[in-house]
């Protein structure tokens, strides 16, 4: 305890440096597979911590290595790509940048949710524990995952020859901000995010002059009749025990009021943590939209492109034990928390199941004490505290990022740590 | 008669270079405001038939006024901007243009409405016009007029000084292309073409991440509803005997599947024949629109932004059955036919309600007689063929070019014409 | 003319008596093919003035037949039935009856559409016609028929033998009191009422109880989906220069708020002037209710009843033009007007068709002129004037009952007086 | 334990007679607060089994008392009302019966949700512990409760005071039968049936002829755009991790296809476990009800009236793990499962609330055990398996009717039995 009060201490010595990182890489965030500042900033850092660096596995990713004699091999996992989101939070660190989508539009970037933060942490864990590295013996790989938001950058690494070109890991740990108390940690054991699907639907009618209907098949009425029926999946047709989200991210058909459009595309996000909910709500969201495709005359079938495929998280039960119980010893009891399952969707989880290793992922506070306890009583939390993805959600800096870097580092040791 | 017939003659002799032109500004349409290459080229041949030209009159219109003497004086008007659209013509000379719409997206472009042709036949028509000038007197104004689709072109051309910088007219002709049989022109007298009001509606959510819909007020939710509700002012609130139509021509909202944005656009079309409907209907989309934000909670009131403000074209009797007669004179009875009122708008009708003198505005086919005989047979003109704005809509050049030229000119003879 | 109005002078004589009939049939309404009552005094009163009279033709009709030497047969028509609507019109003579619906429930019942006004009117005119007798010559069919509300009765009657059973018509003459200035008349010549088709569709779910949706297939979200995109027919389908109606009149599914029932029924109705589009409207229908089934999952598909079959009613343009000069000689030009096609339909023009001879049937007014007068300044006519089948509606008893005496009278007339 | 099966033992002496009882109830169901056939039955039972009887507690409920020396007083409820569903099951008892709804409709009634079986457990057990009274000691209070499924007995009960003329409780048992393996018993602690909230809600338009929509604020539509946006309320408002339920039972509108209706009725149901999700929904519920009318134009605000007002049903955790653990006792491990909480409602709670001690209410099976293993194995518990309320809802007598008697003569001698 007392050599690991020490190994945390050099914090303070780091923390201007870090929050100086953290607003240099919020205000320059970059989409999926296009962290390229970001990737080589991070390279150049692990670089003057003296890890071995490899840069582009899976397009942009880094992986440092860090060698530290015999003992166990320990994932470290940190995601490093915005989201095409308009900042309003008016920080003066706040973005301006933006950036071209898969679809080649021109479009607003923002770290939305809070990736900046992870690289930030998980970078000050490692000048801890490099600083810190006789008190600890075993390797670190330590993982700066691109493309986390399309569910593809893990994927991409593995597919990349993660597994042969590293170490292989004994567990996988990684950390995600959220919107709770800041200074607080939560878990769960067993499933602990949902499975996400995201479906590109593509709605065909016929165009005509806006006030020529008669010639159309609306597209527009068409995609609006498909996403009121598509809240019936949810309200109708999962058990009410059962928990499954079907969201309707995007919808976008013509461009000028006078003319009816030839299609309409849609973007759907699907979350569910149970492999049979999944199938059917799969299922009933293409029943539904052929089905209005029907109902509208439609000559040609909707098309279904999938655009991501992210599997259910799970954390292991005895990794999870062990992490809640360490972070305890330090955090304090009250400061690390049992969480319900979170309804959002990570791919940290391929590491480990590619991997056939245990991982524990965990999630730290961001949002400002007194506010999260104003809002908590007064029963506003929803309306109040800005979720992920919102274009007003940024994390305290602190103790948001002193939290983040001791959990991380406090959790590596719980493996590492020599007895 | 016989004197007209010699004046036409002259048609055979430019046909090819007309063609020629048609081809080339089909395949290089510019969307409204934006029409310079256009512009420059009909300021090229105005000179060339020497007339007295006026460039960037209304932004980018254009004027040729032709004196020979003592006379009436007549305006001639054809429009020459292109519609956001991506030709699926297949044609030879079919548009690989893009261009930037108001909103500064790169988008489409095409003339699938046609205007091409009327810049065309105007251009010929002036041809045959001055060959022939002594066969007649007066003075014709030739007006090419941008941002027709956008319905502020006439507008802009007016605010621009067009009624004190070029002499005033004593009747306004035009023609527009239409879906029928090619080589015959229609018209009706009195309301002749529909009110048309664009707007722009803002409705207002909350953005959450896709899976936290309970922290959000989803606008797609909000504006698919709205739209559903919408079809509801044409089936329910306008009376079967009155005409009314509400397009929704555009719905956008969000970028990705998992992220609920935080607001969403639509863009409507109301249009109408009558000024009590009109304000209904108005009245009625806007009233919906509020109380659909109000269903779902919005905590802000949506938005309506006036994109277009057509009103209602008429024919003034007089002038429309004069220029029936004549064009039947030369065309034949068959192929000069009344036409019931068209539910599409034009702001051809500001110049006779700026000037105060009455307008005359025709159709004329465009589509290839076979087909629109064997669809009309089959009732299936509406799948068959496609109508204006469509990506599919071009005129058949021939006998739609000789006809538009035709139709042109012996309307101006009517008025000019030696007796 | 001085002849008529001897013939007409009688009216004074027994409007009161008139006055009382209409009020004891407005006080005692039967629903269609249960006009046990109205039959019996209609019959009783054709019996006092002469008439030879045939009851239960088609069911509950009556027929009259009044010969008067040779001459023309003119065939009048009055309906007399009356609707399940609960009276609401605050009348001191209002109805408080209630009756059995052909689903066997019990449902008050009011005179919603006049037909008590048309049975009073057209027996007034027979008496003055049998008083009147000298001065003219031929045979006069008098129908009083059941069952126009649902569509049946004109066909009941010509399936019973009416054209073989009564004197064939030379001409067929009706009339229908409408919510426009009372002392009015109004007519248009050829196509004049719509058709009209009544469908009952059932749609098929999964009954369970209200807590577990994920064992139902919800009928009431199926049809309620179904009546929404209903409206996108004559929205978005149906050209706007074309008239069409779809109205859902009718959803019934489940009947207590826990249990999710098995099955919806819908009641539509269907109003078009032109066979295609009548064609087109009802196969849509059948498309969107079928497409919506499958939306929902539904494992049956729903089913189609055909409740009423309205054909057009075409007035004859001779026998209108003679009508209408007939009754402006007597009633003045300004209270004899063209009004537009009514979107109502009439099974009236049944007989015409079946005997192969011309229909001319009228609207006489019965609002009061003043609230009428106020009504149309205001441009509330809408809000303020009830229409047919409304609670409310009720016409005026004067001068309505004076003018359809008068212009049933005056139209038979026109046939049958001596020259 | 011998003794225990001792007491049991009689159960085939009685199953017969218990049997005929069953089908009995069965083949004459009864509405809620018009089970007068079935409270005389029960009267006439119970006092042929010695219990002190009291009739009409609470409009037609009965209560029996059977005192035996000192002890522990034990409340065993029943509940007997039954269900406005037309019975499809296709059994040779199933019930033809009708009744009157309180609307003062005719409906067909049903025991569709198992009441029957409900009573005859409960007369069975009470035959057994009287047979067995030397074996126990204490009071038996035994409830047999009207109008469960309006959510209207227990507290119907209550004010007619109940706690001042029986014996006061120390705890309250009572059991369901539901659709799982029969033979098998389940319960949980803690919240175990949820809140339910009936909504009656009366949306105002105006009426006019089917044919004239214009005239109209049609409600038909506006009642079912009103069930689509309230979809939205658990799709989009609720936390996928908390559970409600909102369903619209019963939508009505209208009688004829050719008349729009002024008014139209929906029944809305509305579930939840926890009273800050309760409120959200029912205040969501009343927000998109108001602003449909306000889309529509409606001129008179909705009108709720509140149906059913059913609290979460609390199972004590100490109570509940006694009787579980008695009933393993009996039934062996495998037969007394633990289940989620059920998304039904229940008044049962009630008389513990009042009384201020704790409740124990468990299920036991009532579907064929192999129909019950083959469904699962399926996947097709959903379709295959009628639950409570559904027209095809019938418990298989055995092992149903044995498996309740045990569970509830069990469940009274683990308080009562002489140890």
């Known amino acids: 305890m007392g050599d690991l009060e020490a190994v945390l201490g050099r914090l303070d010595d780091i923390r201007a440096d870090l929050t100086e990182l953290y607003k240099d890489l919020h205000a320059n965030p970059e989409l999926s597979f296009a962290e390229h ?46 989201l095409p989101v308009l900042e309003q939070t008016g920080l003066d660190y706040a973005s301006t940048c933006r950036g071209t989508d898969p679809d080649g ?40 995952q691109p493309a986390e938001e399309i569910g593809a950058g893990a994927q991409a690494m593995i597919d990349d020859g993660f597994l042969d070109r590293f170490p292989k890991p004994d567990v996988c740990l990684g950390q995600h901000v959220f919107p709770f108390e800041a200074g607080a940690v939560g878990m769960i054991s067993g499933p602990s995010m949902s499975a996400a699907d995201g479906l590109k639907v593509t709605m065909f009618g016929r165009g005509a002059h806006g006030s020529q209907p008669q010639n159309a098949i609306d597209p527009v009425v068409m995609a609006s009749a498909t996403v ?3 809240q019936t999946v949810v309200s109708r047709e999962v058990a009410p025990s059962d928990t499954a989200v079907v969201t309707v991210g995007s919808i976008k058909a013509g461009t000028k009021d006078n003319i009816i459009p030839d299609q309409a595309e849609l973007r759907v996000n699907i979350r569910s943590f149970d492999e049979r909910v999944r199938e059917h709500v799969i ?8 089905a209005e ?3 509208a005359g439609a000559e040609r079938e909707p098309e279904f492109e999938r655009l991501t495929d992210f599997p259910v998280l799970v954390n292991d039960p005895d990794v999870t034990g062990r992490t809640t119980a360490a972070l305890r010893k330090e955090l304090g009891d009250d400061r690390v928390q049992e969480l319900p399952p979170v309804v959002g969707s990570e791919d940290v989880g391929l590491f480990g199941t590619a991997a056939g290793v245990p991982t524990c992922y965990w999630f730290f506070g961001g949002t400002d004490r007194e506010k999260w306890l104003a ?20 994390p305290v800096v602190e103790p948001t990022l002193t939290t983040g870097v001791t959990a991380m580092t406090m959790a590596a040791l719980e493996w590492l740590a020599k007895s």
């Not at 003296?50 to 990713?61: A, I």
């Open 37 to 82: 500042r970001t990737a080589a900033e991070v390279a150049r850092r692990l670089e003057a911590l003296g890890l071995e660096v490899t840069t582009e596995v899976g397009r942009t990713g880094v992986v440092g290595v860090l060698r530290n004699g015999d003992g166990p091999t320990v994932l470290l996992r940190a995601d490093f790509d915005a």
């Open 105 to 144: 539009n021109d479009v607003p970037v923002m770290h939305a949710c809070g990736h900046d933060m992870h690289v930030t942490c998980q970078l000050g864990a490692l000048d801890l524990l490099v600083a810190a590295r006789d008190r600890w013996a075993g390797t670190i790989v330590a993982v700066f």
């Open 228 to 230: 009121m029926r598509l």
């Open 283 to 290: 299922a009933a969201v293409q029943r539904i939209v052929r």
């Open 293 to 295: 495709a029907i109902a």
């Open 375 to 394: 809002a908590k009583d007064a029963g506003t939390l929803n309306r109040d505290i800005p979720s992920n993805h919102s274009p007003f959600f940024a």
